[in-house]
């Protein structure tokens, strides 16, 4: 079954940097492109970032483009979100989740990870 | 980028009873590719969101067929036709015709 475990989450500090990992398992991982979505506190769902099946298209929110980087390993079947210049607006659950339809579309979701920026 | 508007934002249901959400967006999500780009998605209490409905109406692995989705171009309905326990959480619609993905506000669902 599809599996995606997020870890990397923590309390970090306003202007710093984390990087965030999804570890995938029950599907060929090179096959799929993959989003982070991110939900802040008692808030809707909110798009971050979609990188391509083979890695050759990465797309990002305004929000975070020139400070957040998706990228993955194939070969550990693992997705990354590397988080620079932090701000408080970036505190949230960061979920990964797959591309599963044409277009973009997301089916499976990981439990996500807790992201709180705060001095 | 598209605006997605859900109404009620949200709702009280007694179990076995009907429930309906309609989603707007602010833009036709009809594709060249003749595809339509929504998608429903239902967080339950403290988990990730679970995909419900893609491409409108085709629902997803292991969804009861009491849900349905319906509609087109700018105008979007989820339908529980009979809601159980179970079915309480926030509801989410979701278009994926262009980038940035947006989803709507949510509507949350609880039993009376």
């Known amino acids: 079954q599809v599996q995606l475990v997020e870890s990397g989450g923590g309390v970090v500090q306003p202007g710093r940097s984390l990087r965030l990992s999804c570890a995938a398992s029950?599907?060929?991982?090179?096959?799929?492109?993959m989003h982070w979505v991110r939900q802040a506190p008692g808030k809707g769902l909110e798009w971050v970032a979609v990188?391509?099946?083979?890695?050759?298209?990465?797309y990002y929110a305004d929000s975070v483009k020139g400070r957040f980087t998706i990228s993955r390993d194939d070969s550990k079947n693992t997705l990354y979100l590397q988080m620079n210049s932090l701000r408080a607006e970036d505190t949230a659950v960061y979920y990964c989740?797959?591309?599963?339809?044409?277009?973009?579309?997301?089916?499976?979701w990981g439990q996500g990870t807790l992201v709180t920026v705060s001095s | 980028d598209i605006v997605m508007t859900q109404t009620p934002l949200s709702l009280s249901v007694t179990p076995g009873q009907p429930a309906s959400i309609s989603c707007k967006s602010s833009q036709s999500l009809l594709h060249s590719d003749g595809k339509t780009y929504l998608y429903w998605y239902l967080q339950k209490p403290g988990q990730p969101p679970q995909l419900l409905i893609y491409e409108v109406s085709n629902r997803f692995s292991g969804v009861p067929d009491r849900f349905s989705g319906s509609g087109s171009g700018t105008d979007f309905t989820l339908k529980i036709s009979r809601v159980e326990a179970e079915d309480v959480g926030v509801y989410y619609c979701m278009q994926s015709i262009q980038l940035p993905q947006t989803f709507g506000q949510g509507t949350k669902v609880d039993i009376k």
């Open positions: 029950g599907f060929t991982f090179n096959k799929y492109g």
């Open positions: 990188i391509w099946y083979d890695g050759s298209n990465k």
């Open positions: 989740a797959r591309v599963g339809y044409s277009n973009y579309g997301t089916d499976y």
